[in-house]
């Protein structure tokens, strides 16, 4: 939950953006950190009165510096004026005193040159024409861009914790980030607040960096996170999570809101018959209601990061969207009203949703996307329904979808005022948390009452398919060990940048059970930090680099399989929130995150061997004479290409390399939906041609002999021989009926 500042940016983590807020409104837990005393304040000064004092003095100080530097030389930094005429004034105005000079030999061997330090904060103080993102010629320290320089001493350094760099126009407050990726600060634009006259935003300032906020509190003894900022920053991680419970109810909620608006409304007839009959299942619909979800919560998300609509729209498509189209709009429409019968909201959002599966809206400055948005081609087409899409041809009344907007939309915490879900920094560690807990629910359809519940019961999804969410911490130790020496390795052995480009590319990482994509999110930001560091020579490349290099890495690195649906389908958004790029299609992550179980597949090489004959071992059911026998006759009848059938062996391994090759050009990013959908629509091709149907089939028929029902009334077992009747289509149609029905119960993925 956060506020929106024009000035004030978070990057990598270094604090939850609900900070920001709760210390404008006054909701911290502690009064006393906020206390005139707290701010060594006396007499009746607050800490507003001192701000507006501060304020008052450095509007002049601000105004008589840039009016100086505007003579500066062209390409020179202009530190010493900055330094001399503006951020020593700032800092004293902020209790700091007069800043010394960072004492010679503090930082080493020289290769941190910081300019100032007061006690235990570094203070790095440069002029405006430096950048802090990039490497300065002529500026001292510049074989490192100030930003990575700063960072690193912070994190190599125990007796540091945060730090100040400022070139004039931006105050970053650093915070040491090894347990992070990249860098980790809060960036004040002095030039939007100072110019723009933006005050509350210059308040937020001067509580967060006033001195009282980094000073120990226990004394020179005491640790630098015994101070003030430390104590913030837990209790809002520690809020963060009481109000990541609250989006986990708020997204139930929502989903029974849509189920039981649909259920109600009367346009759905076709809908309900459906369930009614059977032609549907609860499950199925549950299955539509999350994807749904995703969708608003992309929007959500998309949309706050001013990352949904297409950049090249004209003002006024963009300006008609956000005044009548956008999930803003409908979410602060759901705090002040209640809603009526009339479908004209969610028939607005669905003209969206569609626009973004279809062929885009130029009058709305919708883009096409594809990907989650496009009509599910898993969902069953029904009698009477209006659309391909499920949810999507369906009504819903006003009342329920605002109050399924207002679920997903909002927070009430104890003690707090109702507060709006931080969906700009929503990350795949909260999407995948929030999935987690929904597996726990089991859905009802309630058609005598039209409604549509969620409940927790034993036999729930999590259970039943083992699905446990990895915490942050253990994917990161895993990535250190497995993934960080292959870009050590690809980098350190490449000729020049643009061969580190190529080696670090060709990099893949697979999850075979990738679940809600937390583990595949964390590999791709290793990737693409390595990879926008090799393109723009930057220790500590920028966060705009680093997200163009993430949609490269997420469509040629990352692949991905999970036996649960939905799970896939959430690593998709996770991803294509990671990757997501204006105006540019998502459909490439479907040929990527696969739905099978991964542990039960086959190779070419293994197929060719034949059956095991310990692959008709009995399992619990089994008749164990029978199983006895099957294994005889499958031993008798040698491998699958045994005798004259292994002269073709080669022959029969080259189609699979041949089909393996053009699967692979149908994998990857394209700019254009039109051209994704043409190679999805390729891919699809493929994958339903005959040749590949028969041979998935045989593979199928290999891995089924080890779940195979042995008992004497159970159809014809897949032995060798029937594997090499199934090369000229002669085997029974019992035995494949079978191998189809264990092949989509057990999800087999080779």
Not at 117 to 138: E, I
Not at 308 to 313: C, G, T
């Amino acid at each position: 939950m956060s506020a929106t500042f024009q000035g004030v940016r978070i990057v990598g983590g270094v604090v939850p953006p609900a900070l920001l807020g709760r210390i404008q409104s006054g909701e911290v837990s502690d009064p006393a950190s906020l206390s005139p005393a707290s701010y060594h304040l006396v007499g009746t000064e607050t800490p507003r009165d001192a701000a507006s004092r501060a304020w008052a003095y450095l509007r002049g100080a601000w105004t008589a510096w840039r009016a100086e530097d505007e003579s500066r030389t062209p390409g020179t930094a202009g530190t010493g004026a900055a330094r001399d005429k503006w951020l020593l004034p700032l800092l004293r105005t902020l209790d700091y005193g007069q800043v010394p000079a960072m004492p010679a030999g503090e930082t080493g061997d020289g290769a941190h040159p910081i300019s100032h330090l007061w006690g235990h904060v570094p203070v790095h103080l440069l002029g405006p024409g430096v950048d802090l993102d990039r490497r300065n010629p002529g500026v001292r320290g510049a074989a490192r861009a100030p930003q990575a320089m700063v960072q690193e001493f912070l994190n190599i350094r125990d007796d540091y914790l945060w730090a100040i760099v400022s070139n004039g126009l931006r105050l970053r407050l650093l915070r040491d980030s090894t347990a992070l990726a990249g860098s980790a600060y809060l960036e004040f634009d002095l030039e939007a607040i100072f110019d723009g006259e933006l005050y509350a935003e210059f308040l937020l300032l001067w509580q967060l960096v006033h001195v009282s906020r980094l000073e120990k509190r226990g004394g020179h003894e005491a640790s630098p996170a015994d101070c003030w900022l430390e104590s913030w920053r837990g209790e809002a991680v520690d809020a963060g999570t009481r109000a990541l419970n609250q989006l986990r109810d708020g997204v139930e909620s929502a989903l029974q809101s849509l189920g039981s608006g649909i259920l109600r409304h009367q346009s759905n007839r076709w809908l309900v018959d459906a369930l009614h009959k059977g032609a549907i299942t609860d499950r199925q619909f549950h299955t539509a209601l999350l994807r749904t979800a995703y969708r608003l919560l992309f929007c959500f998300v998309a949309e706050d990061r001013d990352s949904l609509l297409d950049p090249a729209s004209a003002p006024d498509a963009v300006d008609r969207y956000r005044r009548y189209f956008s999930t803003a709009r409908l979410r602060r429409l759901s705090r002040s009203r209640a809603g009526g019968p009339h479908p004209d909201l969610w028939q607005s959002m669905r003209l969206v949703l569609r626009g973004l599966g279809g062929d885009g809206i130029a009058q709305l400055a919708v883009p096409a996307l594809g990907g989650l948005f496009d009509p599910s081609s898993r969902e069953p087409k029904l009698p009477g329904q209006p659309y391909p899409d499920l949810i999507l041809g369906a009504e819903i009344a006003n009342t329920d979808f605002l109050s399924a907007i207002r679920a997903l939309g909002w927070v009430s915490m104890r003690g707090q005022r109702i507060q709006p879900v931080d969906y700009r920094h929503l990350g795949a560690e909260e999407l995948g948390s929030v999935y987690e807990s929904l597996l726990e629910l089991v859905p009802r359809v309630d058609l005598a009452e039209h409604t549509f519940t969620l409940e927790q019961v034993a036999g729930n999804e999590r259970k039943t398919t083992g699905s446990y969410y990895t915490p942050p911490a253990l994917v990161s130790a895993l990535l250190d060990t497995a993934l960080d020496p292959l870009l050590d390795d690809a980098v350190k052995n490449a000729a020049d940048a643009t061969d580190a480009q190529q080696r670090l590319l060709a990099i893949t990482v697979c999850d075979p059970a990738s679940g809600s994509g937390g583990f595949l999110v964390a590999a791709a930001r290793r990737i693409a930090a390595r990879l926008a560091a090799v393109r723009s020579g930057e220790d500590q490349p920028t966060p705009a680099d680093v997200q163009h290099a993430l949609r490269d890495v997420v469509g040629r690195c990352i692949y991905g399989v999970d036996i649960n649906e939905l799970a896939a389908d959430l690593a998709k958004v996770s991803l294509w929130l990671e990757a997501l790029e204006p105006g540019k299609p998502l459909g490439f992550l479907d040929a990527r995150i696969k739905v099978g179980n991964a542990l039960l597949g086959t190779t070419p090489a293994l197929l060719a061997a034949g059956v095991p004959d310990d692959a008709f071992k009995p399992l619990e059911g089994d008749d164990k004479e029978y199983a006895k026998a099957i294994r005889k006759r499958n031993k008798s009848e040698g491998g699958a290409f045994s005798g004259q059938n292994a002269l073709f062996l080669g022959a029969a391994q080259d189609p699979v390399e041949k089909l393996a090759r053009q699967r692979r050009t149908l994998v990857g990013a394209l700019d254009d939906v039109a051209g994704e959908r043409a190679r999805a629509q390729a891919l699809r091709d493929l994958e339903s041609s005959d040749e590949v149907v028969a041979r998935r089939r045989r593979a199928d028929a290999w891995v089924s002999a080890f779940v195979w029902p042995l008992h004497v009334e159970s159809p014809e077992p897949p032995t060798n021989m029937v594997l090499r009747m199934m090369e000229d289509g002669a085997a029974p149609s019992t035995t494949t009926a079978e191998i189809d029905r264990l092949a989509l119960e057990y999800r087999f993925f080779h």
